[in-house]
Every structure is written in C-alpha cells, then in structure tokens.
C-alpha cells in the first residue's frame, strides 16, 4: 500500500502555505524558529575567522537583554508553525534544526544553557520528535538526527586552526557519540527506514553554500553522518533541509537525498511502495512542478 507524505522545508518563522492534500503524514526537517540574530551571528563568524584569538557571541554584539528578545520572538514564531501544522491531524514527524534553541551546554550564557525547543512542541498531540529515535510508521521506520549545521566535525583548514587541540578533542568526541547514537538505531531497524537529518549529506550537488553572502561561500557544508549513514545504511530516502540554496534531489549510493527546501513557498510530495519511491514532486509556488518517478 502507498503512503503518502507531505514534506515542508525550512521556515525560519514563516508558516508554509500547504498545496497538497490527502497525504498520511507531514515530514519537517526543523528550523521553525525566526532568525533576526542571523546578520549578527554571521558578523561574529566573520570576526573569528579574521582573527583566530577571537571568541566574540552574535549576543556579545547586541546585548544579552536585545538577544534575549529576540530569542524568544523566534520561539514564538516557531510555535505557530507548530500549531500550525499539528492542526492538519496526521502525524508530524520533525527534528530540531540549528534554529530552534535546544540546549547549548558550552555556552558561557545561561539563558542559552536552556533547552527552549521543548516549549515549542508542548502539549501538540500530532507532533512528534525522532531525534535519535526511530519510529514506527505503518510498514517504514523513520530515524531522525537533528540539529547539524555542518560537518560534525571541521573540515577545513581555518575551521581547525581557530580551535585549541582540548575543543577539536570535545568536539571529536561528541561526533563520535552522535554517530554510534543514529547507526545503532539503523542496526535495530526491521522495515524500511526513512532517514530525517536536518542537514544535507556532506559533499553531495545539495550541500554547497552559493549564498556569497555567506561566510562559507562555495565550501560544501552538509552532515558528515547523515553521509556515513548512508554510504553504510542505504536508507530508501534521507530527507533534509538547512541548505537554502538548493530544492532539489540527488542519488547518493543507492538512496535518495532530498533537500526540501526554504521558505513559505515550497513543498515536496512523496509517496513510497515498499522500498521504492512511487512519485516524488517538487513545487514552489511561481515556478514549475518537477515530477521524478
């Protein structure tokens, strides 16, 4: 029996307009919070890349009180996209996105010491979170790993060199247990899995940054597990976002890479037989439907 799903892309605070109807289950690969800090964080990014001693904070820049104002703007922004889509009354199945304000234990503020993304999801009955889970889904799985908003570990050379051998050494660790964490979920897996990442697999056409306004203009800058995961696991299809520049598919091995997307405007169709992709459709409002059997 086909199943039918509608996927949304990334948000960042603007509810999607839905062009699809009738479909089992919604598939969202997270940032549904607003992101007014954003020319901040790229302003401090710019700052530490020029000089390596540098630890300046997007908050260092406005001011804890200006921050703190506009985290919680994008948290509710994030909730009404919430509400939003466990409104439609079929299971919603998500991952956090590097947008949504989960815990930052590293960080030398308290306020973001604070795990805020559980305040967008409280209480919404049809939303449902697969971060380092896996979920039963009529005859598929879904496994989710969120959060990612780059390769879990630097990849390259001024990334490395701006950080001291004890931080390379933490940050080592934490994608070594990140990556133990989703491949043992696939080793449990007894049907066939859809993979939710937030972010794209690395070094794929649907992981470069074309932005030039980007600090990482031109650097590919998707998941190093959800690549791993793949090139070992070969889900039927790995569903993703983070990446804005491209909404589009790609075969990676012998599954399909999706990136679903940004904005308001976009929304992919898929629908599964078994193992196998029966249809999949990419539509953005203005522009043409792609269909790909």
């Not at 690395?202 to 980007?214: A, L, R």
Request: hydrophobic share 35%; with cysteine; net charge positive.
């Amino acid at each position: 029996m086909t199943m039918k799903f509608l996927i949304v892309g990334d948000l960042h605070g603007n509810k999607p307009n839905i062009y699809f109807e009738g479909f089992d289950a919604i598939i969202a690969p997270g940032d549904f919070c607003s992101d007014a800090p954003r020319k901040y964080m790229f302003q401090a990014l710019r700052e530490n890349l020029q000089n390596p001693n540098s630890k300046v904070e997007w908050y260092d820049l406005v001011g804890k009180r200006e921050a703190k104002k506009m985290i919680k703007k994008s948290l509710s922004d994030g909730r009404k996209i919430l509400e939003q889509l466990n409104s439609f009354d079929v299971p919603v199945y998500i991952v956090p996105g590097n947008w949504d304000w989960t815990k930052k234990r590293n960080s030398d503020w308290d306020f973001l010491k604070q795990d805020h993304y559980r305040t967008l999801t409280k209480g919404l009955s049809n939303i449902i979170d697969v971060h380092h889970r896996i979920v039963d889904i009529g005859n598929y799985q879904i496994i989710g790993h969120g959060i990612s908003s780059g390769p879990e570990y630097p990849q390259y050379k001024e990334d490395l060199e701006r950080l001291k051998p004890k931080e390379l050494a933490k940050i080592k660790r934490e994608y070594e247990r990140d990556s133990k964490k989703v491949a043992s979920l696939f080793g449990k897996a007894s049907k066939p899995v859809i993979f939710l990442s937030h972010n794209v697999p690395f070094n794929t056409p649907i992981d470069e940054i074309t932005d030039k306004d980007s600090p990482r203009y031109g650097y590919h800058y998707g998941s190093l597990i959800a690549k791993e995961i793949i090139d070992k696991y070969h889900p039927c299809v790995c569903i993703g976002g983070h990446m804005h520049e491209h909404f589009t598919k790609c075969k990676v091995g012998k599954t399909t890479a999706i990136n679903a997307g940004f904005g308001s405007y976009v929304n992919v169709w898929m629908e599964l037989l078994e193992d196998k992709i029966k249809r999949l459709e990419f539509y953005q409002e203005g522009g043409t439907n792609l269909f790909l059997l």
